[in-house]
């Protein structure tokens, strides 16, 4: 008996099967005491019913059939004396009626018995025939008796001789009859008995064997229920105290959690703060990106401007240097104008010389003259230098405004990219700046849950001391139940001291562990007889 | 002529002009006039110093570049290049002649005392140099333009030299 369950049956079917063969003897024990008592019943009842009356009605018919010829015989003896005559006519005809009547009884009677033949009932067919013509025939004779006054009693009783002799018929069939009925009641009676007597020794064999039965079944029941009640409290006590630790844990555990669960709400309020801290500054970040995309796009146009003004200085530089060339030219042809007058000074210094004395004055003016030319020609060529010069500061000018112009481009495209890049920043901090409040909103949630947890977990540690009481409590009751079942304190102290142990011993449950449990489970199981207990044991 | 004449003949106006980084100097009355540069019609198998020939009025002058006379290395015109058109007295006629020079500067009227004789300047020939004037605006080389160009040899001789 490895399991009370599987392998062999459980309580209720067993339960259920020796009530249910009980009921059956019962139900056999009574069903063949009612057959028998119903057939020893019906016998009585046809003895009492039929056969007994029968027998009585065909005593009273004898009876009736002399007090008949009594009658007769006195009507016969008193001729001459009409009025006893009538009277005796008179109870005559009574006598005969009943008897009639009577017939018709005990034919009926018969008719409705099994036991008795057409055959018989025809007897009584007979028999009534008889009296009808012995009644006839007594009823002719007393109308000539009437009607003749002179006929003495031995003439009439002449007369009376061949109708007599239905009368006597009748006396000679209805003691055979009787003989026959009583011969009947006998034979029923014999047979009632000794269906009684078959009945009796049924039932006390049945009661026996079911008796025998019940009384093996039972044992066999409570040595079972006794069995199993004993595994299924031990079992019991054992998982309490499982339970019963298991609570602890619970309970430790869920203090643990609820402690856990504390730290971690504070850790997620301060979350929560440096969340909010986090969420100003990326509200700060984009606002400061908005104004500094607004600043450089206030840079972008001003760089525009300056790009265009430089657009324009270069084109007036442009402007500058061609005028400062057209002015070259003519600062050259003034050049070429005072060096042809200072050849013309020259020449007339030359004719002067050629004049001689004469030519004195001419040769003064034409040395002034030569002067002012040369004045001309250095006024020219410095004015020419300088305009080279402005020319060339113009070009290097020039040079350096396109320079300008380019970089200020490459700065202008910066702007412009800063400009996108902070637009940019600012979209993305004020995303950051959503998800971050997202994200607060979240942590916010969490810390109630988290408080949630912790309220829970409380909950739970009260739950499973709760729990824990609730256990030693199923421990009291598996030893009410084991009181009430029948094993003794001692074995239930035994097992108890045994389930209190540590858990660590509880979970070394080794063969030898099994052993004093065995021992204590022998004091009110035999175990020895039982070989499937020791193999429960040996598998437990 | 004896010494002194001699210097007081070379007293006088000059007319000085440059050619390469010197001044040179030529008496007044040897001028005829001075002309801008203009385009000079070359001779065929002419010395290389000759450049050819202009007209100047109706007359036809030979051009001599006096950088190529005098050796020296010669230099594309430039708008201070001018002609000097010189009487030179040669074959027992005057004629006139072109001379090409870098450019005319003034006309001077030189003392004696400022000159010195070229006899100073030693074993030099030096027919075709009159004397060295000392000016302030620096040393004058005074030409006889007669020698300068009637020497056919002063050239080849300056080559040697």
């Not at chain 1, 009376?160 to 009859?177: C, F, G």
């Not at chain 1, 409290?233 to 309490?240: A, D, G, R």
């Not at chain 1, 007058?341 to 002034?368: H, K, Y």
């Amino acid at each position: 008996m490895n399991s009370t369950t599987s392998k062999k049956m459980t309580i209720k079917t067993l339960l259920k099967m020796a009530f249910g063969l009980a009921a059956l003897i019962t139900l056999v024990i009574g069903s063949v005491s009612y057959f028998e008592f119903n057939n020893t019943q019906a016998t009585t009842d046809e003895i009492l019913s039929k056969e007994a009356p029968l027998l009585m009605d065909t005593e009273s018919l004898v009876a009736g059939l002399l007090t008949l010829r009594r009658y007769e015989k006195d009507f016969f003896l008193n001729i001459g004396n009409p009025e006893k005559q009538a009277s005796y006519l008179k109870k005559h005809t009574e006598d005969v009626t009943v008897n009639m009547e009577l017939l018709d009884k005990m034919i009926a009677m018969v008719k409705s018995d099994k036991d008795l033949t057409d055959k018989e009932a025809q007897v009584f067919v007979t028999l009534k025939k008889d009296l009808n013509d012995y009644n006839v025939g007594f009823l002719q004779v007393v109308k000539q008796v009437q009607e003749d006054q002179s006929i003495t009693p031995q003439q009439a009783n002449k007369l009376m001789a061949p109708i007599k002799q239905n009368i006597h018929d009748m006396e000679t069939a209805l003691p055979e009859q009787e003989k026959a009925i009583k011969s009947m009641f006998t034979d029923n009676a014999t047979e009632m008995l000794s269906a009684a007597r078959t009945a009796k020794l049924i039932i006390a064999v049945m009661a026996a064997i079911g008796f025998a039965f019940i009384v093996a079944t039972g044992v066999l029941i409570n040595r079972r229920i006794l069995r199993i009640i004993g595994d299924v409290t031990k079992n019991l006590s054992e998982s309490s105290h499982q339970i019963n630790g298991a609570s602890a844990q619970i309970a430790s555990s869920s203090q643990v959690l609820a402690e856990g669960a504390s730290e971690q709400a504070a850790s997620l309020e301060e979350t929560s703060a440096s969340l909010e801290e986090i969420s100003a500054t990326t509200k700060q970040n984009a606002e400061n990106a908005s104004l500094a995309n607004t600043m450089m796009q206030e840079a972008s146009s001003t760089i525009n401007t300056t790009g265009e003004t430089i657009s324009t200085l270069s084109a007036s530089m442009i402007d500058i240097a061609q005028a400062s060339k057209e002015t070259s030219k003519v600062i050259k042809t003034i050049d070429e104008i005072a060096f042809q007058t200072n050849l013309l000074a020259l020449n007339a210094a030359v004719e002067a010389a050629r004049a001689g004395e004469s030519g004195a004055g001419f040769a003064v003016v034409a040395d002034e003259v030569r002067n002012l030319a040369m004045r001309a020609a250095e006024a020219a060529k410095n004015t020419a230098l300088l305009i080279e010069s402005t020319l060339e500061k113009v070009n290097a000018g020039s040079a350096l405004m396109e320079k300008t112009g380019v970089a200020f481009s490459g700065v202008s495209e910066s702007v412009q990219k800063v400009g996108s890049l902070v637009s940019e920043i600012a979209v993305a901090s004020n995303e950051q700046a959503h998800g971050i409040s997202q994200v607060n909103k979240a942590v916010t949630e969490m810390d109630q849950v988290t408080q949630q947890n912790a309220a829970t977990a409380e909950e739970s540690a009260s739950a499973s001391e709760e729990l824990s009481a609730q256990t030693e409590a199923m421990r009291s009751i598996t030893e009410d139940l084991i009181a009430v079942v029948g094993l003794n304190r001692d074995v239930a102290n035994d097992r108890t001291a045994q389930h209190t142990r540590s858990a660590e011993t509880r979970r070394q449950k080794t063969r030898p562990n099994l052993l004093p449990k065995r021992a204590a489970a022998q004091r009110f199981i035999p175990l020895d007889a039982d070989d499937d207990f020791v193999d429960f044991a040996a598998k437990a | 002529m004896d010494e002194k004449t001699e210097e007081i003949s070379r007293e006088g106006k000059y007319l000085t002009f440059s050619l390469g980084t010197e001044q040179y100097g030529i008496g007044i009355l040897k001028i005829k006039e001075i002309i801008g540069m203009m385009p000079v019609t070359a001779l065929p198998q002419a010395p290389d110093y000759m450049k050819g020939v202009i007209n100047l009025r109706g007359k036809v002058i030979p051009i001599v570049d006096l950088r190529t006379k005098f050796a020296m290395p010669t230099q594309a015109e430039t708008e201070r290049t001018c002609i000097i058109v010189v009487e030179v007295a040669g074959r027992g006629t005057q004629c006139l002649t072109g001379l090409v020079v870098d450019g005319v500067s003034e006309v001077l009227n030189i003392k004696s005392e400022q000159i010195e004789a070229h006899s100073s300047l030693g074993d030099l020939h030096s027919e075709s140099v009159l004397g060295l004037a000392k000016m302030e605006s620096g040393v004058k080389i005074l030409l006889d333009i007669d020698q300068v160009i009637n020497s056919e040899t002063s050239a080849a001789l300056q080559l040697a030299a």
